[in-house]
């Protein structure tokens, strides 16, 4: 998987500002393991580079004049089999476009104000996939825009030890970090969180904790215990 084991993370930048793309290319760039394979302006030149370049993240502005990137993301997440990881460029982390993309499928959301080492952590975070990209930003975020609508996860079929997997989850620890909390072995977490992942429908971490909060599971006005 990419950022493993030294492999490299391929990444696409969108937006439709010439200056934040040059700088957040300059950013990345610099590091070794991360490979910045194309530029678009528009969401709507997503789709044919995604196909064309594979990249495994999408740094997606959520605004731009043609296709937006709430659009774009769904397009990738409905009509690929396997789409990357997309990361979401916003000016204000509560802003409800940002809440709409996290829905269609975007894995997290950045600041375009962050700083380097987090744009860089960040983009990380999001291709290895085993953590939850700021917890409590998300938690925050779903708890200002969200609507909960009762425990829709009843019917899920959860078992007591994948709701407490996914409570952890919503904390934002890794595998290893809750194999720790809970005692067991590595495999055994990655197992909960495929079965929790598999019996929510959610392509990863991030959607499986949207549909925790929204479904009142978790309660987001208050971090999870």
Do not use: C
């Not at 934040?20 to 789709?47: F, K, Y």
């Not at 996939?129 to 609508?149: C, M």
């Not at 055994?188 to 598999?198: E, F, R």
């Amino acid at each position: 998987m990419a950022g493993d084991d030294g492999a490299v993370i391929g990444i696409l930048l969108v937006d439709d500002d010439e200056l934040v793309r040059a700088g957040l290319r300059a950013i990345l760039a610099a590091e070794p393991d991360l490979d910045v394979l194309g530029e678009a302006s528009d969401g709507a030149e997503v789709p044919g580079l995604v196909r064309r370049l594979q990249p495994d993240v999408v740094l997606m502005d959520v605004r731009m004049p043609a296709v937006d990137g709430i659009a774009a993301t769904r397009h990738l997440v409905t009509s690929l089999p396997e789409p990357p990881r997309v990361l979401v460029l916003t000016t204000f982390g509560n802003d409800g476009y940002v809440y709409d993309a996290l829905q269609a499928g975007a894995t997290g959301f950045l600041l375009k104000r962050a700083r380097p080492a987090e744009i860089v952590q960040a983009v990380r975070t999001v291709a290895r996939g085993e953590s939850l990209l700021f917890p409590a930003a998300v938690r925050d975020l779903i708890a200002t825009q969200g609507r909960a609508g009762g425990d829709a996860l009843r019917g899920a079929g959860l078992t007591d030890r994948e709701g407490e997997v996914l409570r952890w989850v919503a904390r934002g620890l890794s595998n290893a970090e809750i194999a720790r909390e809970l005692v067991v072995g590595l495999e055994t977490v990655k197992t909960h969180v495929g079965n929790v992942l598999a019996k929510l429908g959610a392509r990863d971490r991030t959607q499986a904790v949207v549909a925790a909060y929204e479904s009142g599971f978790i309660d987001p006005r208050r971090p999870p215990e």
